[in-house]
């Protein structure tokens, strides 16, 4: 088992580009979900998924959108890129939302936005 | 929504002294306490997790006890290694779970 894969792991952007983070998981996780990391702020949720065709907002979803068209995968698009996105983000899934499922992430994206 | 405040931020001990960090959360219908360790350019990863029908686990070196009453919980790492050197981020929720701010701990050799 590859585990939660995100690609890319470094990626630069012009303010007003637009990309796409990619997530996969191989573990028939049911829960996925994305967080983004900043110095002194710990990791705060983004979006998430409780399955295919099912999405909702985190913490701070202003700026993002996400689809999950299959359970294995879950992209977060940044549609006009904002250097207050420049971040490492996390992709995290778990067998089903609720506390009997642990989080498994990948090993982040750090995104620069200038 | 749940606020779980961690401390401190950062962390020095010699190796082979024990290491506590402690967070405390705002909801009192939170029940899952996770801990998580992560080492520089990964992703975090899961070390130990406690429930609220109990009051302290262990894992050889690693301990985590919860107090519902006063809502705080903490870790402890006993016999401090080099390796157990990282970032470690407490979390505190229901059905989706709320990350403290992060402790950097360092060992010292």
């Known amino acids: ?114 | 929504g749940e606020n779980v405040e961690q401390h401190p931020s950062t962390l020095s001990v010699q190796e082979g002294d024990s290491a506590v960090i402690k967070c405390t959360y705002s909801d009192s219908a939170s029940n899952y306490f996770p801990w998580y360790k992560q080492e520089l350019g990964k992703g975090p990863q899961l070390i130990i997790d406690i429930r609220s029908n109990v009051g302290e686990k262990k894992d050889q070196r690693i301990a985590v006890t919860l107090n519902k009453t006063a809502k705080h919980f903490s870790l402890h790492i006993t016999e401090t290694q080099p390796e157990d050197s990282a970032v470690y981020f407490c979390a505190a929720g229901y059905q989706k779970v709320t990350f403290g701010t992060g402790t950097k701990l360092q060992v010292i050799p």
């Open chain 1, 1 to 114: 088992n590859a585990g939660v894969t995100q690609t890319p792991k470094f990626q630069v952007l012009k303010t007003g580009q637009s990309m796409t983070l990619q997530c996969a998981q191989d573990m028939n996780h049911e829960y996925m979900s994305w967080y983004r990391q900043d110095p002194g702020m710990g990791l705060r949720l983004i979006h998430y998924s409780v399955g295919a065709g099912i999405t909702d907002q985190g913490e701070v979803p202003n700026g993002y959108n996400v689809s999950r068209s299959t359970t294995e995968d879950f992209p977060l698009r940044l549609l006009s890129a904002a250097p207050s996105q420049t971040s490492v983000y996390f992709c995290a899934s778990s067998l089903s939302q609720g506390n009997n499922s642990p989080l498994h992430f990948g090993n982040g994206t750090r995104l620069t936005v200038t």
